[in-house]
């Protein structure tokens, strides 16, 4: 969470000149929310190992996701890939019609 609002302090203050409030106020939740999910992933991850070498029982996704080495990187990457391609399409048809810069 600590890095998010510094992430978000440095650009406001760099190009805040370009940034309306609404902007301004998205930057700061957003970078939060980002830093905050991922550190709450962190977590779950090191919860799973932990509990996979203690030979406690794990649920089948958490263990997929987080406690299956190199096969979680690999769920990881297809879940992106799943997610990420429609996306990028998505964002490319709506700023298509607008020249770059």
Same mark, same amino acid.
């Given at each position: &969470?600590?890095?998010?609002?510094?992430?978000? &302090?440095?650009?406001? +203050?760099?190009?805040?000149? $370009?940034?309306?409030?609404?902007?301004?106020?998205?930057?700061?939740?957003?970078?939060? $929310?980002?830093?905050?999910?991922?550190? %709450?992933l962190?977590?779950? @991850?090191?919860?799973?190992?932990?509990?996979?070498? $203690?030979?406690?029982?794990?649920?089948?996704?958490?263990?997929l996701?987080?406690? $299956?080495?190199?096969?979680?990187?690999? @769920? +990881? %990457?297809?879940?992106?890939?799943?997610v990420?391609?429609?996306l990028?399409? +998505?964002?490319? =048809? &709506? =700023?298509?019609?607008m020249?770059a810069?």
């Amino acid at each position: &969470m600590g890095l998010g609002l510094v992430v978000a &302090m440095f650009t406001v +203050w760099k190009f805040g000149q $370009a940034y309306s409030v609404f902007e301004t106020a998205a930057t700061f939740v957003l970078s939060t $929310a980002i830093t905050t999910v991922l550190g %709450l992933l962190l977590v779950r @991850a090191d919860t799973v190992r932990h509990r996979v070498h $203690a030979g406690q029982p794990v649920g089948v996704l958490s263990r997929l996701f987080f406690g $299956a080495g190199i096969r979680s990187l690999f @769920a +990881w %990457l297809i879940v992106l890939l799943i997610v990420g391609f429609p996306l990028a399409i +998505w964002l490319g =048809t &709506m =700023t298509s019609s607008m020249p770059a810069g």
